[in-house]
């Protein structure tokens, strides 16, 4: 029998090694998987390349991760925000290593990491800073800049439900990542509110299939 | 002493050219006064790129749901018949050329409709990019919503930007507090101004050449 479910956190994020790129779902506090994070501060892994489309919203979740020192370098569309004292402290301390990507970019090379894409032309930042050095193309009479794609050892991402075969649905506007970096990540975690049985899922509104999830772990035990 | 638009005058004026059936992008800040201005008999499907469509307006206070957010991170609603998708989609929404319209706050946009509004290369200053270029190269037309001049009185409207480029040639129409123009091959043509100006003191004021008249 199959069974992806975890019973622990800890167990859940188990074999995250130093120096492994963990890709982190959520657009802000929506969808950001705040229980794996703290069992991955808690486990230990160091030398981190994270990506996230932000980089820490207060103190809580991806901003403890870097306030506890282990990540080494952030890929991210948009670090700077209200809240992000955390992340704005290590980036001026020269501490933490930062690759700026267009928002579209980065959910795009994620996606074509997880279907097995070696890159892509695309217009967005052609003409700016975030192209330089880029190789560009003209396709058609429109400027292209080629961007590669982003693989990751891990995704530890946030739905509201999911089986013990991974598969699994999510809630509103916290969806937005999940699914991309479930596809792109060797070991995909997702902590899930509530693990359900097989054939409780309705096939037709299943939006991450299992295949492409390794682990899920119910987030409150 | 010029008459000028006031924010809601200019974000009025763009909903007026937002038709029924739009796909429409609001940007951050300023543009996203405009949803006030949608004729409640007009429908217009608002996206949000953290993966909304039909998005709604701000929930009453106590019905606020942190799963349910807009781009700027502000708790929102969705209308009957929206629907919620992943990044990639959403992505894909606004760089596939879907949208039919985005409205962008803006530093600067030159002659040739350059914008730049995501940085503003001061040293010491943290990057931050977001959805800014995916959606000014992505919709079918680019509105920019902005002041004319700067609060130092400098033309925000400049021949070349200064500022980092968010997109190359990508802008289709300004709206600022003196004027609303349209950006053409042949240069900047003057759809509106206040009442009152001349060309001469817009063009005084503004420092990419405009159109005569």
Redesign the interface.
Known sequence: MIDKTFATLADAVAGIHDGATVMIGGFGNAGMPSALIAALIEQGARDLTIVNNNAGNGETGLAALLKAKRVRKIICSFPRQADSQVFDALYRAGEIELELTPQGNLAERIRAAGAGIGGFFTPTGYGTLLAEGKETRLINGRHYVFEEPIHADFALIKALRGDRWGNLVYRKAARNFGPIMAMAAKTTIAQVREVVALGELDPEVIVTPGIFVQRVVQEAI | MMNRYSRDQIAARVAQDIPEGAYVNLGIGLPTQVANYLPADREIFLH?????LGMGPAPAPGDE?????NAG?QPVT?LTGGA?????D??AM??GGHLDICVLGAFQVSGGGDLANW?TGAP?A?????????LA??AKQVFVMMDHQTKTGESKIVQQCSY?????ACVHRIYTDLAVLDVTPAGLKIVQMVDGLSWEELQAVTDAPLLPL
């Open positions: 949000s790129e953290n993966g909304l749901d942190e799963d349910l957010i991170k969705l919620y998708f992943h990044h990639g959403s992505f606004m760089r940085h010491g943290i990057p931050a990019v977001g959805g800014a270029m995916d190269l992505g980092p480029l968010t997109g190359v």
